[in-house]
């Protein structure tokens, strides 16, 4: 089974950055589609960005298109998800996913292996 670890969380202020981490357990396949999701307490697991086909593919939820930029390095057999520009909106628990297949539709049931979540936090 493959495994995802986050890192990279912590707390900055508004208009600060962050870069998350997702380190898998395994090479990286150009078939596997690596997301980044997020969820606050009470709500359903957002998808905030996906990367496809080594890192030639990608999308991203409007709400972060322009401020955030998802990358891997497979050579270290790791997406990063780079925050920019950050607001208190944005403070949720960030989990990266792994499946198999294509880009799209970048919703959380589609996914099958999780990591176990990292929090970023905003502050005024």
């Known amino acids: 089974r493959t495994q995802l670890v986050e890192s990279g969380g912590g707390s900055v202020q508004a208009g600060g950055s962050l870069r998350l981490a997702c380190t898998i357990s395994r090479s990286i396949y150009s078939t596997d589609c690596i997301a980044w999701f997020r969820q606050a307490p009470g709500k359903e697991r957002e998808g905030v960005a996906s990367s496809y086909a080594d890192g030639g593919l990608t999308t991203y939820a409007a709400s972060v298109k322009g401020r955030f930029n998802i990358s891997q390095d497979g050579a270290k057999k790791t997406v990063y998800l780079e925050m920019n520009s950050l607001q208190p909106d944005d403070t949720d628990v960030y989990f990266c996913?792994?499946?198999?297949?294509?880009?799209?539709?970048?919703?959380?049931?589609?996914?099958?292996?999780w990591g176990q979540g990292t929090q970023v936090t905003v502050s005024e």
């Open positions: 996913a792994q499946k198999g297949g294509s880009l799209r539709p970048l919703e959380a049931r589609q996914f099958g292996n």
